[in-house]
């Protein structure tokens, strides 16, 4: 069965700090690539996708990922944290050619502080 | 225009009795999803919805576990005979069509409390 695995439970880091959560997957096919955020008492909300082409992809508030196909990867950054990013964050995967289901990780929560 | 919503927010009951859990899609997406997500997991897939066809019940843990979708719209999860494992918050999303690239847009889940 597929599997996605997030290292780290708990994050905590001060402002202005690189951000680097990790994000392996067990499926060896093509698949679609996601890091959802949710911030406290909110939604959970898509912050950027991969589907195809160029493996390093730019999503919202500064966030980037990079998918490395040989590592099984999809590494999330960010370059310099604010204390609004404050979250928890789940990778997730789906496998390519018209499959529907996503597959979770168990989360990321990220704290940071002033 | 109104995002995925979902009702109760929060639903404490005790264990054995049956408890329903609303979903209202985005109007016009046509695939439905609920998930689970306990203490410390990640969202745990429980059943699918595309049109008319026939649901992906593959991730209901139980056949205490049901789900239907009517008219192609809204959706009702229901859970018969509670136990205190059911405490969660159930997620639903929606997306135009499973197909494809399509984003799912979460609701802000329902959090069940089984006492």
């Known amino acids: 069965a597929q599997s996605v695995s997030q290292h780290n439970h708990h994050v905590i880091l001060s402002e202005a700090a690189s951000l680097e959560l990790g994000c392996n997957y067990s499926?060896?096919?093509?698949?679609?690539l996601f890091w959802y955020v949710q911030y406290p008492g909110q939604h959970l909300q898509l912050l950027l996708k991969?589907?195809?082409?160029?493996?390093l992809v730019k999503g919202i508030k500064g966030f980037e990922a990079e998918f490395i196909k040989s590592k099984f990867s999809f590494n999330l950054r960010k370059p310099s944290v604010q204390w609004s990013d404050t979250a928890e964050y789940f990778c997730?995967?789906?496998?390519?050619?018209?499959?529907?289901?996503?597959?979770f990780g168990k989360g990321t929560k990220l704290s940071v502080i002033p | 225009g109104a995002g995925v919503s979902q009702s109760p927010s929060n639903k404490v009951t005790e264990k054995g009795k049956d408890v329903e859990l609303r979903c209202d899609p985005i109007?016009?997406?046509?695939?439905l999803y609920w998930y689970r997500q306990s203490l410390g997991q990640g969202l745990e897939f429980l059943i699918y919805?595309?049109?008319?066809?026939?649901?992906?019940k593959s991730g209901l843990p139980s056949d205490r576990f049901s789900a239907e979708r009517t008219g192609g719209s809204v959706s009702t999860l229901t859970i018969q005979r509670t136990q205190q494992e059911d405490s969660a918050v159930y997620l639903c999303?929606?997306?135009?069509?499973?197909?494809?690239?399509?984003?799912?847009?979460f609701g802000p889940g329902t959090r069940l409390t089984v006492t």
């Open positions: 999303a929606s997306s135009f069509d499973s197909q494809g690239p399509k984003e799912q847009y």
């Open positions: 499926y060896g096919g093509t698949v679609n």
């Open positions: 991969y589907f195809s082409g160029d493996p």
């Open positions: 997730a995967v789906r496998r390519g050619a018209g499959s529907y289901q996503l597959t």
């Open positions: 109007s016009g997406h046509t695939a």
């Open positions: 919805f595309q049109g008319n066809s026939a649901p992906d």
